[in-house]
Structures are given as C-alpha cells and as structure tokens.
C-alpha cells in the first residue's frame, strides 16, 4: 500500500512538473482577465482564469485551434504553437458585442452558444452585481427574457414560452432539482439558490428533455455556483468578497460573504448569505383592488381584524433566509478532478398573500395561511476523467443526495382547528455523462441517468384552543418515484459554416404510492405505474461569418406523471378538491425553433428567435368521480370533485427579439421583447388561453460605461390582458386581479420606469446604488397575488479581495 501511495505522489509531482500555465490580461490596463474561457475541440480540452489571470492548458498541447472568449472583449483564437510563441501570454481586446458565449446547459458539456441550435442565454455575475435581484427568482427577471409570477414575497415562478412549474426543469452544478411533488401551480423552488454564489446562470428555451429528460418542455434553467480556484504558482491563492445591502421597499438587509482558499492540487471555496425582509409596501398609484388594507391577529383567543396605518403595506408578507455552502475541489493530476459541494437553504415561515385576500360571508376567509420553513439541502460530489480511448475523450460521474422540506398551515377566521401538512423528498440521482471526438468534424454527447424520489407527507389537526394533536390528511400518498434513461447526442460539423445536431433519449418511470383512506373514501390503497417514454431532436447551425447565425430546430419532450400528478388532494378553489387519479400516462410537446443573431459593424446586435410547441396528452385538472360521486364534503363545504388527467392538447406560439446598440462616448441602447400566446383545450371540447401564456412582457434600457462608473435608466412593462384574455382557471380569481368597468377580473398594463449605477472605487471596492419603481407604480405581474414593490431605494457595497 505505500508503494501505490509514493507512486501515487510521484505521478503527481510529475505531472505538476510538466504543467503549463497560460496568464491572460487586458491590453490596454494589464488587469488580469478571470473567467476567460479557453476551448478546443481536438483535442476536447477546456479550462478557465482564476483571480490571477492564470490556468493550465497542459491539456491543450497540439491543438491547432483553441478559442478564447470573455463576454465584453473580442474572441480570439490561437495554436498551442502561438501561444507556445508568446511565452504563454495573452493580450485581450475589448469589443462592443458578443454574438458568441460559452455555456454547459445544453449538453452538460462546455461548448459555444453559436454551436446550439436553441436559443440560450446567460446572466453575467456583472450583470447580477449591477441589479441587485433580491432572489434568484429575481435574477431570472432581469434579463428581460423569463416572466415571473409571486403569490407572496418569499417566492417567484418563471415562465418561459409558454410553460411553467413542472414544464419547466431546474439544474444546479449538473443536478436535477425538479422533485416529484413539483406541481402545476406556482412553485417557490428557485429562491433555494442564493444568487451571491452563483459563477454563472443560463437559460435554455425550449426542449430540453433529449439530456434533462422529463419536465424540460418550455426550458432548463442552469446554475452553475462558484467554483474552487487553484493556484498555479508556489503561493496560495486566496480571493473572496463580502457584501452589504439595503432596499426601502422592504427594509431589506441582506449581507454575504465567499471565500476561496486554492494551492496547486486542492482549494477550497465558502459561501454564506443572510437575507431579511420585511412586510413589502405596494405603490401609490394603481388599482385599488390591491390594496388589503388590514390583516388577521389572534389576541385573547380571538381573531381580530386589524386595520393598519399604512395601508399600502401588504401584511404578511415579511420572511427571512439563509444560505450556505461549502465546495472542495481536488486535482491530483491534469487527467482527473474530484468536486465535492454542500448546499444548505432554510426560509423562515412565510405568509401565502393570494390566500390571505379572499373572501367568505364578508370576513376574511383565513386566520392563518402560511408556508412553513422552505429547505433545501444538497451534496453533490463528482468525478470528471480526462482520456483519450474509444469511449471516451472526457467523462464526469455525478452523484447527488438532496432533502427537500416544506409544509402548509391554514386555519379558517374564528375557527379553532389548525391544518399542517408536511412534505419531505429525499432525492438521489446519479449521472454518468461522456463526450467523444469521433475524427475533426463529429462529436459525441452521451450518458446515463438514474433518479429515485422518496416521498414522506403527513398531515395534522391541532386544535390550538386546547392544543390537542391529531392525525389529519397527508396532502400526498407515501410513494417513490423512479427514473432511468440513456440518452445520445451527435453534433457532426459538415463544414465551418455548417453544424449539424442530433439526439436521441430513452426515459422508463416508476411510481409506486400507499394511500391513507382514513380520511377519504379512495377506491384503492396502492397505485403503481411503470412506463417509458422517447424524445428526440434534430436541427442545425448555418454561420455564414463570424458575426451571423442562423439556427433551427426540431425536437419533442415530454413529462412524466409524479407523485403531484397521481396522487395529490387539494383545494383547488374555493368549492374544488383535487383527488387522486393512477391512471395517467406522459405528455409530450411537438416543438419547432427558428433563430437568427446578427451583429452589424459592431456597433448593432439583432437577436430574433421563432417558436412553435404543441402538447399533446397534456396533464390537465378536470372534472372527476370518486366513488361515482360528483362532490364530497373537504374543509367543511361541499367541493366539486377533480382530478389531474391525460385530457388536453394544447398549442403556444411566440416570438423573442432583442435589439443591442453601441453609441459614442460610452452610451448604449438595448432592448428585449417578448410575445406569446397560447390555447388550450376544456374539458367541453372549446378552448381557453393557457394560464402560463404570460402577456407582452420586456425591458428597454439606456446605459452609460466608463472604466469606473456605469449607469443604466431601464423601463420594465408588461402589455394588458383583458378579462378574455384570462385562462378560464384565471377569471374566478377575483382576489388576486383588478377588475374592469364589467366588474371581470384582468390584469393591467404596467411599466416602471427605474435608475440604477455601480462605482468602482478601485479593484477591489464598488458601490451600487439606484431607485426602482421611480413614478411609485402599484403593479402586480400577470397571475400574481403580490404586489411588487413601490418606490424602492437601495445601496449596495461589495468589498473584494
């Protein structure tokens, strides 16, 4: 065994010995340049910039091409031969526009945007340090290009073309997130991922199911958080930031500190975030309908009816956060790379404001309606091997442990029984995913999928006047939901104008649930479910120069049915329990992409993107028996029986577009623009617009950079959607929506108009400051049950090491 350890060091020692390290820089200050990406295909090698400027591109060595991008300066591409020549050192030029960036979301691979035949965009760390997104959920609005709905502060739901909730799929450092009681209302998950220890987040739009598999039919979401730096010289590298924050709005306080500790073979990075906010003031000006002017206390064993000084004030929407992680990285040689990373997430209890606006016999239907603690908690540890054999060129395996935690407490006004339901998933998975050159032109994607979901729900009634507990009903069955799939992508280059991509997935899921009829009359006390399904997906990339690409794609997706779907009970509406239904098979989306970015003498940038999706078999909630009865007794009325079914199709449709300027003297203009619609079939045979179509949506912005200073004046809008214009599932919720001169619920255009600018002291200090909402606008995005903010001042420092 000491043999196999000195031999062990040794290789080590010698491999270390024969490292090359490349530093990058800026060409007109000499700052070092981090995050430079550096790829090349043959042989398949990819390697970034830590602080220094510095990474090692040993594997490299014979390559007569390898491309060096960083957003905001121009791709250059050189041999390992020049590089070689200028004694590993480069010089990068700043330029206006970017039509290329190099993302991992498409295939888990790294690879060129311009090489996908879907659209994928990426939100910068720059950008993030610029807007200050409160969430992650917030993080996603602000590139202008993913809609997102809140029932309450403490959340925030993205839609993406159509889709949203478990049509969509989310990704963090590889590891699929999406759970098996992720539902088809809004779901909160994204606030999980604290956006201070985010390296880099992109969206992919459109299918992606050929390599994330079920859920992935509107788009994945990717986040990639900070990633342990190494050392490429004698000394340690250590470098790190620490953040303070404040908002108006909600008399946020939020504060964050990472730090990265790397030598030659090992590092270490820690990050930790406390997040507090207050309840969130609404604008001045705006419907009244927003305005819930009191709120529910329980004083001497009585609910009171408040009515608050501040009416504007929307209570209870206050809540707090913390997050931590805890990443290891370990090279014992260029050829292998061991990560190992520790996520932790816990929201404080939360109040759910859409529930706390409605109504009964004139009162306030609620006493209670809150979210328990939110919690998340991941290890993920991964092995990547860099070979040269006829499997593979590169292969990383992943094994993932996540716990899942979240509950539900309602009580009715004046009533004393207090209803809890508790959910806990434990999630495992592990993926084994391969890439391989199969000569200059043709390129392999290639891997395996395992995924096991261990459902835990529970239920409780505890009558808070004598604090007496007993068992209520679970919201879920006891169940295990299981996935294994193979999946195979071929991206085969016909010429260096011409790309072509391909790919094939096999997916076979298990469900197996107990259900609890001590509560319900279920005509059954076990369900189980073992099917398959195939995708597959063929476009291609036309380049005719540098600055023009033309993509287009074709591609189906599906989702399986989860524990959600089968086996969820619920209040749907008021008046509406959803039931069980086992009987359920996948539904699948038909898609079709057209895109074209071009970029005019670098001073203009057009990005235009066309999509089509139709779903067919989709899960929908429709009218249903049990026990051939129509209606049942739940939460003391008499509920119209439903259930989650295989009973719809459904068509969206839309366009994207977004238009990049750079003016004179540092000034630029940039704009997005976001246009969908889409239908869906009722239960009667007619249509309905679908829920998740959200309204013309987009942000138009006027930017100032200089080397210390940038400035941005921005509108954010939202087009109206007109009572007709509503989903049928949407006109009944009068809570949540204005009303027209009909008395019919709608949601009203809105822009804000907002002034944001960030302040380099010196490399290492910035301020950011700026003022949302300027004309104090009372606003609620489509479908929410929250406002947003009024006027919201806020400054932000960010010491950097």
Known sequence: MKNIYLLLLLLGLAVSGFSQTITITDNDSGEPLQFVVLISESPKAYATTNKNG???????????????????????????????????????????????????SAARWQQSSSSIPLKVITISPAKVSMQNPQTT???????????????????????????????????V????????????????????????????????????????????????????????????????????????????ANNEKTGHFDV??????????????????????????????????????????????????????????????????????FRPTEKFDFQYGFHYSETSPYGRYDRHNRIRNGLPRYAEWNYGPQIWMMNNFSVTHKGDNVLYDQSTLRLAQQAFEESRIDR??????????????????????????????????????????????????????????EDGPSRYPQATWQSIAFYLNDQFKISDQFLLQAGVRYNQFKIDAEFDTRFYPFPFTEANMNKGALTGSIGGIFRPTEDWVISANLATAFRAPNVDDMG?????????????????????????????????????????????????????????????????????????VQAIQNAAEANVYGIQAGIEVKLPEGFGFSSDFNYQKGEEELDDGTTSPSRHAAPVFGITKLTYVTDLLRLELYAAYQAEYSYDDLAVSEQEK??????????????????????????????????????????????????????????????????KF
């Not at 806990?424 to 392999?444: E, I, M, P, Q, R």
Request: hydrophobic fraction near 35%; charge should be negative.
């Open 54 to 104: 510095q990474s090692d591109i040993t594997d490299f060595k014979g390559s007569e091409k390898i491309n060096v991008t960083f957003l905001g300066y121009k791709k250059v591409s050189f041999t390992y031969s020049d590089i070689e020549s200028q004694d590993f050192s480069i010089e990068l030029e700043k330029t206006n526009l970017n039509i290329d960036e190099v993302v991992v």
């Open 137 to 171: 959920a917030d993080l996603l609005g602000i590139s202008g290009k993913v809609f997102i709905q809140k029932s309450q502060q403490g959340g925030g739901s993205p839609m993406i073309r159509g889709f949203a909730t478990n049509r969509l799929l989310y990704s």
């Open 173 to 248: 450092d590889g590891v699929r997130m999406n759970t098996a009681i992720f539902r088809g209302g809004n779901i909160q998950n994204v606030i999980s991922v604290d956006p201070f220890s985010l390296e880099n987040s992109e969206v992919l739009f459109g299918p992606g199911s050929v390599i994330y598999g079920s859920d992935a039919i509107g788009g994945v979401m990717s986040f990639q958080t900070l990633t342990p730096q190494l050392s490429y010289s004698e000394s340690t590298l250590i470098s790190g930031k620490a953040v303070a924050r404040y908002s108006s």
């Open 260 to 329: 990265n500790v790397g030598w030659r073979k090992w590092a270490f990075v820690t990050s930790v975030s406390s997040f507090d906010y207050d309840h969130l003031r609404q604008g001045s000006h705006g419907p009244d309908e927003y305005i819930k002017p009191y709120h529910i206390q329980r004083q001497d064993e009585t609910d009171v009816v408040i009515y608050q000084d501040d009416k504007l004030l929307q209570i209870p929407t206050a809540y707090s956060q913390i997050n931590m992680m805890q990443k290891v990285q």
């Open 412 to 469: 009715s006004l004046n009533k004393s029984d207090r209803t809890t339901n508790t959910e806990k998933v434990k999630a495992y998975s592990a993926n084994f995913d391969f890439v391989k050159s199969t000569g200059t032109k043709n390129t392999l994607y290639y891997g395996l999928e395992y995924v096991l979901n261990d459902v835990k729900s529970t239920g409780k009634v505890e009558d808070i006047s004598t604090t007496i507990i």
């Open 568 to 640: 969820k009970v619920f209040d749907s509406e008021p008046g509406a329990v959803v039931v069980p239904n086992p009987d359920l098979d996948a539904e699948y989306a038909y898609s079709a992409d057209l895109g074209v970015a071009k970029i005019f003498g670098d001073i203009v940038k057009i990005d235009l993107s066309a999509y089509y999706t139709k779903l067919n078999n989709a899960l929908v909630r429709r009218d249903f028996t049990l026990n051939g009865l129509d209606s049942i007794m739940y939460d003391g009325m008499m509920s119209k």
């Open 734 to 799: 009068t809570e949540i929506y204005a009303l027209d001169e009909n008395g019919n619920p709608y949601s009203p255009a809105w822009c804000t108009l907002n002034f944001k600018g960030m302040y380099n002291v010196n490399n290492s200090l910035s301020f950011s400051a700026g003022i949302e909402n300027l004309t104090d606008r009372r606003y609620r995005s489509y479908s929410s049950g929250v406002s947003a903010p009024g006027r919201n001042f806020f400054l932000s420092l960010t010491q």
